[in-house]
């Protein structure tokens, strides 16, 4: 990251386009044009605003990372070359089988990970802190969602916007780093009994664990190391898809690693 020239007033006028477009659901325009190109700091400071007024208006505690852009074929689509991060707060986390209205959405998207949950605090970036800190590693769905009019977003759109992350859908499977190759997990989403991507491990960095280690090394230089008990999204195994309405999703997993689910309803009394 480069130090921002943005002066103090536009990120926080950006930060507050994209809160207020969150809040009432309606996407504005790409922030890009209002911030010289490549000043990351800049965007990750409007994410920051955001998520803190989040934690201080509704009470939330942060309780994970997201990492994104970590597959090659997402950053081809997306036309960046870099991954980046986001915040997960407790009321984005939910359990596998979880039904969401689609009124809380802009423009829903969902795709298919292996989530990372720390039993230590991580002050190292190498490998081997990295395994040792890993509680246990499980199936996960990501749901996206973008606050501008569509997702032809730069690195800099993205990352103002968290991420594009809405939330994170947790499968039942835990298992230790040691107990399987995430590199070759196999995944396949399917939307009702149809395929829709596939994908291996190795796609997210050549490794699942790099990705971690690239937010781990990320939170460190920013003075913000990777906590115990936090929840590190590794990144899309394979492709981002549209999440349709009514029709349940379910990513399926090789090497005992089970399945996760979710599913977008038109129905406004659904549950978490």
């Given at each position: 990251m480069t130090e921002t020239t943005a002066a103090p007033g536009t990120v926080q006028r950006l930060a507050d386009e994209l809160y207020e477009a969150r809040r009432a659901l309606h996407p504005i325009d790409f922030?890009?044009?209002?911030?010289?190109?490549?000043?990351?700091?800049?965007?990750?400071?409007?994410?920051?605003?955001?998520?803190?007024?989040?934690?201080?208006?509704?009470?939330?505690?942060?309780?994970?990372?997201?990492?994104?852009?970590?597959n090659p074929m997402v950053q081809a689509k997306a036309g960046v070359e870099q991954p980046d991060y986001g915040i997960i707060?407790?009321?984005?986390?939910?359990?596998?089988?979880?039904?969401?209205?689609?009124?809380?959405?802009?423009?829903?998207?969902?795709?298919?990970?292996?989530?990372?949950?720390?039993?230590?605090?991580?002050?190292?970036?190498?490998?081997?802190?990295?395994?040792?800190?890993?509680?246990?590693?499980?199936?996960?769905?990501?749901?996206?969602?973008c606050r501008y009019h569509n997702?032809?977003?730069?690195?800099?759109?993205?990352?103002?916007?968290?991420?594009?992350?809405?939330?994170?859908?947790?499968?039942?499977?835990?298992?230790?780093?040691?107990?399987?190759?995430?590199?070759?997990?196999?995944?396949?989403l399917y939307r009702g009994g149809e395929e829709v991507t596939r994908g291996v491990g190795r796609n997210v960095l050549k490794g699942p664990i790099n990705a971690i280690a690239w937010l781990a090394e990320t939170s460190l230089r920013v003075g913000k190391p990777l906590l115990a008990g936090e929840i590190l999204l590794s990144?899309?195994?394979?492709?981002?898809?549209?999440?349709?309405?009514?029709?349940?999703?379910?990513a399926e997993y090789s090497h005992g690693f089970g399945s996760v689910e979710a599913t977008l309803s038109t129905k406004e009394n659904t549950h978490a």
């Open positions: 922030i890009r044009n209002h911030l010289a190109e490549g000043d990351l700091d800049a965007a990750y400071a409007i994410s920051e605003l955001n998520t803190a007024r989040r934690v201080q208006e509704s009470g939330l505690r942060r309780v994970g990372r997201k990492v994104g852009l970590t707060l407790e009321d984005m986390v939910f359990e596998s089988g979880t039904v969401r209205p689609r009124s809380v959405f802009i423009k829903p998207k969902i795709e298919a990970e292996i989530a990372f949950v720390l039993k230590e605090d991580l002050l190292s970036p190498d490998l081997e802190s990295i395994k040792a800190a890993v509680d246990y590693v499980t199936p996960a769905i990501e749901l996206v969602d997702y032809g977003m730069s690195i800099l759109d993205t990352v103002a916007d968290n991420a594009a992350c809405e939330g994170v859908v947790l499968g039942s499977v835990r298992k230790s780093y040691d107990e399987v190759n995430l590199d070759e997990v196999e995944m396949v990144g899309s195994i394979g492709m981002i898809v549209d999440w349709d309405t009514d029709v349940t999703y379910r």
